[in-house]
């Protein structure tokens, strides 16, 4: 049995959580820091960290309370070590090298990317995992920073088969929520602006599914592309705009559901495509757009009966540290620990294995 210590700091969330052997929740704190960069329509990294320079103790007080727990219950400290924003990583992880040293703990560094697919297995999803009918496992990472489909094999071998090369989905929307002047998070208000709206109005580009004229090339078969869609929502402002009309009402509404629609689309539509290309047993949405409600609806009615669907709880889709910590048990059953001295990192390194499969 191991109790561990997870800390986020990835971007603008300061969390810490406790998660008993790798599945069992204890604690989940989260502090937000929306309103803070709401202001400025976006995260701002530098005020990011200073946030978490006076958020980090205040939020583990408050995992340790909820937990009923002290720093002599826990067995390691598990931390994001990157991808993310560099000066909001730096002070989660180096608040983790104090924790860690203060206390007489063991450091473990956390790969954010693979912490979200993770997250879908908190609480309920070892018996997943340690199915191997459910192999091999597709993971489609959706987020503000990610579109990412990763292929998982019974060992725990892993590979991507495509990513964004532009835009993410979740920049996409966070960009079309600014473009229409709803306000920032984007995510959260287009999926309620877009309530009730008609998803076929008006038509949004579906880039890199073949669906142009062009023939799509073997290399982008998986790949996403997201800024064609926020470019045709530019244009399609302008002229409206030029026409006279006002975005409110039917036309906002109708305009902010065709546009997630279109996102909707090729997310769910690239995932089934390698879902049946490479047979696999099945699939995994997470994410901080995984909390989306039609994106989920159409996964559940789209995934064929013979392939499981395995989703991230709302609660665990966007940063959170209790996935960090779940992450945190594989490598402490394994050993693999950080050295002290070891750096955060900005940008998603090559993976090609996760430590909570093939164990």
Request: charged share 25%; net charge negative.
């Amino acid at each position: 049995m191991a109790v561990i210590l997870g800390i986020e700091s990835s971007c603008d969330e300061s969390a810490c959580a406790i998660v008993r052997d790798g599945y069992e929740v204890i604690s989940s704190q989260v502090a937000s820091q929306i309103a803070k960069h709401a202001v400025h329509g976006g995260v701002v990294p530098e005020l990011a960290a200073r946030e978490h320079l006076t958020a980090l103790q205040r939020v583990l007080d408050a995992a340790l309370t909820e937990a009923k727990m002290t720093m002599d219950d826990i067995d390691a400290v598990a931390v994001t070590q990157g991808p993310g924003l560099m000066p909001a990583l730096l002070v989660g992880f180096n608040f983790a090298k104090g924790l860690a040293l203060g206390h007489n703990k063991k450091l473990i560094g956390t790969n954010h990317f693979i912490a979200h697919i993770y997250g879908a297995f908190l609480e309920d999803g070892k018996s997943v995992i340690e199915d191997k009918e459910r192999y091999p496992m597709l993971a489609l990472v959706v987020s503000g920073g990610h579109t990412s489909l990763m292929l998982l094999d019974e060992s725990g071998k892993a590979r991507h088969l495509g990513w964004t090369i532009d835009d993410a989905a979740g920049e996409a929307l966070d960009k079309g929520a600014k473009l229409l002047d709803l306000g920032y998070p984007g995510g959260p208000i287009m999926q309620k602006t877009g309530e009730g709206g008609d998803i076929n109005k008006y038509h949004f580009p579906r880039p890199l599914t073949g669906t142009s004229g062009k023939a799509l090339s073997e290399e982008n078969r998986f790949n996403f592309s997201f800024s064609g869609i926020k470019t045709a929502l530019l244009y399609h402002v302008k002229r409206e705009k030029e026409s006279g009309n006002i975005f409110e009402g039917e036309l906002l509404k109708d305009t902010v559901a065709s546009y997630q629609e279109a996102v909707i689309d090729v997310l769910v539509r690239k995932t089934l495509d390698a879902a049946k290309t490479f047979k696999v047993g099945s699939i995994v949405v997470a994410g901080g757009v995984a909390c989306n409600k039609p994106l989920r609806e159409r996964f559940i009615a789209k995934t064929p009966s013979n392939i499981l669907l395995k989703m991230a709880k709302p609660i665990h889709c966007t940063d959170n540290a209790a996935m960090v910590a779940g992450l945190g048990y594989h490598y402490w059953k394994k050993g693999m620990f950080t050295d002290i001295n070891a750096d955060a990192f900005a940008r998603l390194p090559e993976i090609s294995e996760v430590p909570f499969i093939g164990e």
